[in-house]
Structure formats: C-alpha cells, structure tokens
C-alpha cells in the first residue's frame, strides 16, 4: 500500500523559513516523479514544485528562488525547504507521487498518489 505522510508544517512570521517532509513508502521510490501542491482556503490546489527520477526540478513562478524541493532516496524522503516566507504562502501543503518518473506533471490528475498534508501558516 502506498503511502505519503508529510510533515514540518506550522507557524512562522513572514520572512521565516520552514522544511516541509514526505516520508514515502510502499512502493520503489526511485522510478516516480514527486511534487509540492498547496491549497489555501476557499481556493483551487495548485501546483508549487516537481522533481523527476533524472533530479530534473521545477518551480511555481511565485517560488522561484525562494523554496528549494529536494530528495533523499536513502531515506525515501522529499523535501520542501521554504524561505522569504510570505503571508500569502499559508496554504495546506501536499506531496504528490506521480508514476511518469521522467514527467515532470503540474496537473493534479496526473497524480497517483497524495499525501494528508500540512499546514504552513505565515503572519505578517
């Protein structure tokens, strides 16, 4: 059974920083491509960053050069590093497992497998 649980959400002022987790099991981590969504309230998920099986790396434009995804394949564990964290960046934040490793997908239905998510919250 595969499974996705998330973790490191929680509190910050903007301007902080936080590590977002996705601890991965049930299936061989390696062969598919994995990606950060996030969705606040009252408003669509959307698609924040993607990694493929080549470490190829993509980014939302409202991310670039501020968060960082990133994997440990020994640990079959996908990172979010977020930083400049904005009050428009709360959001609940989910991993996503998509089984094109070589994709590097923004679109939600070509997900397979989802994660309960965490939730990021920013003051200003």
């Known amino acids: 059974q595969v499974q996705l649980v998330e973790s490191g959400g929680g509190s910050v002022q903007a301007g902080g920083s936080l590590r977002l987790s996705c601890v991965v099991s049930?299936?061989?981590?390696?062969?598919?491509?994995m990606a950060w969504f996030r969705q606040a309230p009252g408003k669509e998920r959307e698609w924040v960053a993607a990694?493929?099986?080549?470490?190829?790396?993509s980014y939302a434009d409202f991310v670039k050069g501020r968060f960082t995804i990133s994997q440990d394949n020994a640990k079959n564990t996908l990172y979010l590093q977020m930083s400049s964290l904005k009050p428009e960046d709360t959001a609940m934040y989910y991993c996503?497992?998509?089984?094109?490793?070589?994709?590097?997908?923004?679109?939600?239905?070509?997900?397979?497998?989802w994660g309960q998510g965490t939730q990021v919250i920013v003051s200003s």
């Open positions: 996503a497992a998509d089984t094109e490793g070589l994709r590097l997908s923004r679109v939600r239905t070509d997900f397979d497998y």
């Open positions: 049930g299936y061989t981590y390696r062969s598919y491509s």
């Open positions: 990694i493929n099986t080549n470490r190829v790396k």
